[in-house]
């Protein structure tokens, strides 16, 4: 029985999870910035670390449809394993529907996201200003909701680490060799 996840999968949850921190964090600095050319390139920044996101996240989306997580302790009730298993595909969602809600809002407010500054991505949607300033609330909203469900995720891994005592976390570490 596998008891840990794949070394790809590991790689793209831990890089999946630092893209996520640091463009979450970019987007509240930048927010509060006055415009300014260092505004402008910040929602770049913002906008290609959100495209890479939505990449990163279908592949490892294909990777675990294709790669089954290992199962989960034995110990755990059968209502913990439901509420496992629907965070996780919330988690998902949730990173599928931010980039793609950021997307839908760029275009709304007529501002084209070109990734890395030389791949011009398509519109969604025509331009409209009221329709833009819903999608960012969504945006922000969605932004704010994967927060909570990371908190509650990490939370979750480290009670089963540190109380529990089982191997739910350890399965998603880094194993280093030894020198």
Sequence with gaps: MKTRYTSTAIALHWLIALGILASFSLGLYMTGLSLSPTKLKLYSWHKWAG???FVLIVVRLGWRLTHP????????????RLAAGAAHWALYALMF????????????KG????WFGVLPLPDLL????????TLQAVHEWLNYSLLGLVVLHSGAALK?????????????LPRFRKA
């Design 126 to 133: 025509a331009k409209d200003a009221a329709l833009g300033d």
């Design 160 to 172: 089963h680490h540190f109380i529990d005592r089982d191997s739910v976390l350890t399965r998603m």
């Design 51 to 53: 495209v890479t996101l």
């Design 111 to 114: 501002f084209q996201t070109v």
């Design 97 to 108: 529907a931010i980039p793609l809600s950021g997307w839908l809002m760029s275009s709304a």
């Design 69 to 80: 997580a290992p199962a989960l302790p034995d110990t755990m009730p059968p209502a913990l």
